[in-house]
């Protein structure tokens, strides 16, 4: 058996949201996203089980492409930052991905690089997000260079990034998005805008491609949740159980630097998952932890391999309980990352991503 901490990956629940993400943009391709070894969930496994789904994927660089490829994906594949450095060029021609490119030297080396096919290129401009991105005043003579190269033409397609569109205030959001209308009209491009707030929320933003992240994974990066994001489902639940159970008269502290004092005659039950694992050390006495499917709390700063919980008014917990961290309860009830990223200050993205290799991923759910 071992050590009971495990990320259960639900890969019925992907799909579902995949094609939600789908729906919500009958006239859209939806790129999966996939990078960061899909948000911590396996990128092979997600690709294996999207693929029937998906026309194509996206990834951060040409390392995360080239597992994919090793590992049987032969869908396109995008590079969301290009290249690096200008010597992967024939790497990126050989593994047949796609790429952004979003700065004057990737152009050169592009153009100088002659593939024996065009490589699809995605031109990036910085509409707002001032990440990367060609500023909207050098696009035009960026975009007439590639589009005037032999065989570069037909697959130029035009790609920004959002700075808000999770945001309940949209001013800046509206912003981007009328500037990036008006530089595609003038181009006549092609778009790939839309993330996954901008997927669930604002059908205008919607392209001739999407890039849907982390709602693949059944966040909700919404700040106000809509019809759309509720129907998200959690792909990742991370679960263990309690290992020792402390009775603790009033006012005897629990952990490190005694940060939680039992207010009262207290139970707490010490559970196998800490930040050696990835489990935020951030998390505040408070945060909500599933005890065999009912909701309690965490009691105590979080250490490497243990975290502590109150099961005071939980009288049935005991060694052996399933304590879920975040996802779904095997008896239906879910927590959600969202929300225990509330509690840690920070966003689901991190928390996801943050889960550690020693954590045993299992998958449940189609594998295409
Ligand atoms: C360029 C780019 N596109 C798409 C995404 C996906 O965003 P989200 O996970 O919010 O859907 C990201 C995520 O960081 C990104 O950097």
Same mark, same amino acid.
């Given at each position: 058996?071992?050590?009971?901490? !495990?990320?259960?990956?639900?890969?019925?629940?992907?799909?579902? /949201?995949?094609?939600?993400?789908?729906?919500?943009?009958?006239?859209?391709?939806?790129?999966?996203?996939?990078?960061?070894?899909?948000?911590?969930?396996?990128?092979?496994?997600?690709?294996?089980?999207?693929?029937?789904?998906?026309?194509?994927?996206?990834?951060?660089? !040409?390392?995360?492409?080239?597992?994919?490829?090793?590992?049987?994906?032969?869908?396109? !594949?995008?590079?969301?930052?290009?290249?690096?450095?200008?010597?992967?060029?024939?790497?990126?021609?050989?593994?047949?991905?796609?790429?952004?490119?979003?700065? %004057?030297?990737?152009?050169?080396?592009?153009?100088?690089?002659?593939?024996?096919?065009?490589?699809?290129?995605?031109?990036?401009?910085?509409?707002?997000?001032?990440?990367?991105?060609?500023?909207?005043?050098?696009?035009?003579?960026?975009?007439?260079?590639?589009?005037?190269?032999?065989?570069?033409?037909?697959?130029?397609?035009?790609?920004?990034?959002?700075?808000?569109?999770?945001?309940?205030?949209?001013?800046?959001?509206?912003?981007?998005?009328?500037?990036?209308?008006?530089?595609?009209?003038?181009?006549?491009?092609?778009?790939?805008?839309? /993330?996954?707030?901008?997927?669930?929320?604002?059908?205008?933003?919607?392209?001739?491609? /999407?890039?849907?992240?982390?709602?693949?994974?059944?966040?909700?990066?919404?700040?106000?949740? /809509?019809?759309?994001?509720?129907?998200?489902?959690?792909?990742?639940?991370?679960? *263990?159980?309690? !290992?020792?159970?402390?009775?603790?008269?009033?006012?005897?502290?629990?952990?490190?630097?005694?940060?939680?004092?039992?207010?009262?005659? *207290?139970?707490i039950g010490v559970v196998a998952a800490g930040y050696g694992d990835g489990y935020d050390r951030h998390a505040v006495d408070g945060t909500p932890v599933l005890v065999d499917g009912r909701r309690t709390?965490?009691?105590?700063?979080?250490?490497?391999?243990?975290?502590?919980?109150?099961?005071?008014?939980?009288? %049935?917990?005991?060694?052996?309980?399933?304590?879920?961290?975040?996802?779904r309860d095997p008896g239906g009830e879910v927590l959600s990352v969202d929300e225990v990223a509330r509690h840690c200050d920070t966003i689901s993205y991190t928390l996801l991503t943050g889960i550690l290799?020693?954590?045993?991923?299992?998958?449940?759910? *189609?594998?295409?």
């Amino acid at each position: 058996m071992g050590r009971p901490l !495990i990320a259960e990956i639900d890969l019925d629940a992907l799909r579902h /949201n995949y094609c939600l993400a789908r729906e919500l943009a009958p006239h859209s391709q939806a790129l999966a996203v996939l990078k960061a070894d899909a948000y911590g969930h396996g990128a092979l496994a997600c690709a294996r089980a999207l693929d029937d789904l998906a026309p194509a994927f996206a990834v951060a660089c !040409i390392e995360e492409a080239q597992a994919l490829r090793d590992g049987g994906i032969d869908k396109p !594949i995008v590079l969301l930052e290009g290249i690096f450095h200008g010597d992967e060029l024939p790497r990126v021609e050989s593994l047949g991905l796609w790429m952004a490119v979003h700065s %004057e030297w990737q152009v050169d080396a592009l153009l100088d690089y002659r593939p024996r096919h065009p490589i699809p290129v995605w031109v990036k401009v910085d509409s707002g997000m001032h990440r990367l991105g060609f500023s909207p005043e050098r696009l035009p003579e960026i975009w007439q260079r590639l589009a005037g190269a032999p065989g570069y033409a037909c697959d130029l397609h035009l790609m920004s990034h959002f700075a808000t569109a999770d945001a309940l205030e949209t001013r800046y959001f509206r912003r981007q998005l009328a500037l990036l209308n008006e530089l595609a009209t003038r181009l006549d491009a092609p778009t790939c805008l839309a /993330n996954s707030p901008a997927t669930l929320a604002w059908p205008q933003a919607h392209g001739a491609w /999407n890039r849907p992240g982390v709602m693949l994974y059944g966040s909700d990066p919404l700040e106000g949740a /809509n019809d759309a994001s509720r129907a998200l489902r959690p792909v990742m639940t991370l679960h *263990s159980e309690i !290992i020792a159970v402390q009775e603790l008269d009033a006012g005897e502290p629990v952990g490190y630097g005694g940060r939680w004092i039992a207010p009262r005659p *207290s139970r707490i039950g010490v559970v196998a998952a800490g930040y050696g694992d990835g489990y935020d050390r951030h998390a505040v006495d408070g945060t909500p932890v599933l005890v065999d499917g009912r909701r309690t709390v965490l009691a105590g700063k979080v250490s490497m391999d243990m975290l502590t919980v109150d099961i005071t008014d939980l009288p %049935e917990a005991a060694i052996g309980s399933r304590v879920t961290l975040w996802g779904r309860d095997p008896g239906g009830e879910v927590l959600s990352v969202d929300e225990v990223a509330r509690h840690c200050d920070t966003i689901s993205y991190t928390l996801l991503t943050g889960i550690l290799p020693r954590v045993p991923r299992r998958y449940h759910g *189609s594998m295409s």
